[in-house]
Nanobody
Framework: QVQLVESGGGWVQPGGSLRLSCAAS????????MGWYRQAPGQVRELVAF???????NYVDSVKGRFTISRDNAKDTVYLQMNSLKPEDTGVYYC?????????WGKGTLVTVSS
C-alpha cells in the first residue's frame, strides 16, 4: 500500500507561483513513476505532469515552460513548481503514484488562480 498526501495549494493571483508537494509513505520501494493530475470545475481529470523513477519528465502542452515536476527520493516527495499561473490552471490537483500492480491517488489540493 502507498499513501499520498498533497500540500501547497491555495489562492494566487494570475502570474503568481505556487509549489505543490506530495509526500509518499508505505511501500515506497514499489513506486515507479509519480505525477500530478488536475480537475477543473465541470471538467474531466487531466494529466499535468509525471516523472519516472529515472527522472524523465513529461508535461501537458498547456503547462510546458511554466510548470516543473521534480522528485526528492530521499524524502519520498514529488513537487510541482507552478509559475506564471493562469485562471485556467484553477482546479483540484491530485498526486498519483504508479506501482507494478496499481495506481494510488492522493485526496487532492485546491489551486485557485484569480484576481
Amino acid at each position: 500500500q502507498v499513501q499520498l498526501v498533497e500540500s501547497g495549494g491555495g489562492w494566487v493571483q494570475p502570474g503568481g507561483s505556487l509549489r505543490l508537494s506530495c509526500a509518499a509513505s508505505g511501500s515506497i520501494i514499489s513506486i515507479y513513476s509519480m505525477g500530478w493530475y488536475r480537475q477543473a470545475p465541470g471538467q474531466v481529470r487531466e494529466l499535468v505532469a509525471f516523472i519516472t523513477s529515472g527522472g524523465n519528465t513529461n508535461y501537458v502542452d498547456s503547462v510546458k515552460g511554466r510548470f516543473t515536476i521534480s522528485r526528492d527520493n530521499a524524502k519520498d516527495t514529488v513537487y510541482l513548481q507552478m509559475n506564471s499561473l493562469k485562471p485556467e490552471d484553477t482546479g483540484v490537483y491530485y498526486c498519483i503514484a504508479e506501482t507494478s500492480t496499481r495506481y494510488y491517488w492522493g485526496k487532492g489540493t485546491l489551486v485557485t488562480v484569480s484576481s
